[in-house]
């Protein structure tokens, strides 16, 4: 079905739209044959290039509208397809296999991870009207990263900040969008930007691991921590 109110320029815009936000299903494969191979620094790259997608393809969209153009086609229903695998499924497999638990807590844990983000993604007021996540969001590629990358805990540790994090998705406690954070979006816009680059600094010079680069990732996480709980609670 085409609609004929817009032109073939606008309808192939729309379409690009649609096949970018797809690649986020290509860069996902790309880090299950990352983890498959014990490449997990690769892994996590492939992540990131799945995120950047995620985080462009909503702009774009808007700037195309898509919704219109292509009133067929339901982009949000792709990205959620792509979502899951990518924030999730690749995710619970690279704590399967990276070691950060022994067995059979990996199991467990990539097991508890998909149990509790496939019923996240099924419960009613997800995101809220203000563009809040209500609960922590199914973002499990970034508690992998901290685990792996940063942290370095003990089997015992992990599997527990696994437990807190599943937990936490039940929990109303309102996690900003970024891109569409409120009366301090000044402030957080610029500092996601940080903690991007702060991350991929972290991946340069793995295996070797830096205390001020651990520490400055950790604080900006800490503001975001803040975040939620002034969103939560100060209102």
């Known amino acids: 079905?085409?609609?004929?109110?817009?032109?073939?320029?606008?309808?192939?815009?729309?379409?690009?739209?649609?096949?970018?936000?797809?690649?986020?299903?290509?860069?996902?494969?790309?880090?299950?044959?990352?983890?498959s191979n014990g490449h997990f620094r690769e892994a996590t790259l492939w992540l990131v290039a799945s995120q950047l997608i995620d985080g462009f393809d909503g702009t774009l969209a808007r700037w195309v509208n898509v919704e219109k153009v292509l009133p067929h086609m339901s982009g949000k229903t792709i990205d959620m397809v792509i979502d899951f695998a990518n924030y999730a499924l690749i995710p619970a497999y690279f704590l399967y296999e990276s070691g950060l638990l022994a067995a059979p807590y990996h199991g467990l844990a990539a097991g508890l991870i998909l149990l509790v983000s496939?019923?996240?993604?099924?419960?009613?007021?997800?995101?809220?009207?203000?563009?809040?996540?209500?609960?922590?969001?199914?973002?499990?590629?970034?508690?992998v990263f901290f685990l792996y990358f940063v942290l370095h805990l003990s089997p015992t540790a992990n599997f527990l900040l696994v437990v807190f994090f599943a937990i936490l998705h039940f929990v109303?406690?309102?996690?900003?969008?970024?891109?569409?954070?409120?009366?301090?979006?000044?402030?957080?816009?610029?500092?996601?930007?940080?903690?991007?680059?702060?991350?991929?600094?972290?991946?340069?010079?793995?295996?070797?691991?830096?205390?001020?680069?651990?520490?400055?990732?950790?604080?900006?996480?800490g503001y975001f921590g803040v975040l939620a709980v002034k969103d939560t609670f100060g209102n």
Not at 195 to 218: D, F, H, K, R
């Open 1 to 35: 079905m085409q609609n004929r109110s817009y032109s073939i320029s606008r309808q192939l815009a729309a379409w690009g739209v649609h096949i970018f936000t797809s690649c986020g299903m290509l860069t996902g494969f790309l880090a299950i044959v990352a983890i």
């Open 118 to 143: 496939a019923l996240y993604y099924g419960k009613d007021g997800m995101v809220s009207e203000d563009y809040h996540f209500v609960g922590f969001p199914v973002m499990w590629n970034l508690v």
């Open 172 to 221: 109303p406690i309102k996690f900003a969008y970024p891109s569409r954070a409120g009366q301090l979006r000044w402030l957080t816009l610029p500092l996601g930007v940080i903690w991007i680059c702060l991350a991929a600094a972290i991946l340069w010079i793995y295996p070797e691991t830096s205390s001020w680069l651990n520490g400055a990732v950790l604080l900006v996480l």
